[in-house]
């Protein structure tokens, strides 16, 4: 299962870390990354990590102002936001999807589609 925490309310230009907590499943097998859900809007990807060889990659929305990371023990999948816009209001869910490949085709699984889901996370941000 997936478990996130961090999501709260920030003033435009600050930052919040997301937290992912993963278990039972092969964290090495897996794709782990973040979707989104801005309301009125549909579900899109964020960023992965893998979970086999730990690269990375983010949407154009997300680079260089998002960073996804996970510990050493491989149970814990962080996504840090900073220079955040009103425009990054959302839930933000983690996912999990077999295998562990962080490619175009990660971000076009449907999000119920997912091998695992979180319930979510909410980040406000006020301008």
């Known amino acids: 299962q997936l478990v996130e925490s961090g999501g709260g309310s920030v003033q435009a230009g600050g930052s919040l870390r997301l937290s992912c907590e993963a278990s039972g499943f092969t964290f090495d097998d897996y794709a782990v990354g973040w979707f989104r859900q801005a309301p009125g809007k549909e579900l899109e990807g964020v960023s992965c990590?893998?979970?086999?060889?730990?690269?990375?990659t983010y949407t154009e929305s997300a680079k260089g102002r998002f960073t996804i990371a996970s510990d050493n023990a491989k149970t814990t999948v962080s996504l840090e936001l900073s220079s955040l816009e009103p425009e990054d209001t959302a839930v933000y869910y983690c996912?999990?999807?077999?295998?562990?490949?962080?490619?175009?085709?990660?971000?076009?699984?449907?999000?119920?589609?997912?091998?695992?889901r979180g319930k979510g996370t909410l980040v406000t941000v006020s301008s």
């Open positions: 996912v999990a999807e077999y295998p562990a490949l962080c490619d175009s085709r990660w971000y076009q699984v449907p999000f119920y589609a997912m091998d695992y």
């Open positions: 990590i893998s979970g086999l060889d730990g690269s990375t």
